[in-house]
């Protein structure tokens, strides 16, 4: 599994502002989109693709809901990473997982990262699953302690009032058991 794969990092892009392409893998397609798309409201092209190009792994039937995991990050060694990273463990047999630590690092103050983070939970992309623009992330799965965190009740309230539903990581767990 790769940042490609996984999180719908560009292959490439030679989009400037009045033309040219990007292409990346989203949900097991190779997605490509032009610069008009939003202008002339064409969709991407869809290309169903068997492995990862950039990985090798096997994307076959690997159209997988996607979940955002929030949590308590601030004043914990190492940002709580290893919390996030067995989470995702758990949840990756069912969902597509992103972490906030994908996104920001130590360096980065938290207004900086409230903004990076709160953008890309609200990210909309095409989803070809659904057939339509939609919300990236189908869920937000939440660690202990979030109450906590005055981030993680941040990204709580945003997600809901987006209506992507948030849950507890062992209910998320359960609900796909
Ligand atoms: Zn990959």
Redesign the pocket.
């Known amino acids: ?2 940042e ?3 999180n719908t990092k560009l292959l490439g892009n030679s989009k400037s502002l009045i033309e040219g392409v990007d292409a990346a ?1 989203d949900g097991g397609k190779l997605r490509v989109s032009g610069w008009f798309d939003g202008i002339a409201g064409v969709q991407p092209l869809y290309i169903p693709v068997n492995y ?1 190009p ?2 090798g ?1 096997d994307l076959r039937g690997n159209d997988m809901p996607r979940l955002y995991i929030s949590g308590p990050v601030t004043g914990k060694p190492d940002g709580n990473r290893e919390a996030f990273e067995e989470a995702r463990r758990e949840l990756r047999h069912w969902h597509m997982v992103s972490i906030p630590h994908e996104y920001v690092d130590a360096e980065t103050t938290h207004e900086e990262a409230m903004a990076i983070l709160l953008h890309q939970l609200t990210d909309r992309t095409y989803s070809y699953r659904k057939g339509k623009c939609a919300n990236l992330y189908d869920g937000v799965a939440i660690l202990p302690g979030w109450e906590q965190s005055e981030g993680a009740r941040l990204e709580k309230a945003v997600a809901e009032a987006c209506g992507i539903p948030c849950k507890t990581v062992d209910e998320w767990l359960e609900e796909a058991r």
């Open positions: 599994m790769c490609y794969c996984e893998i990862c950039m990985c792994r």
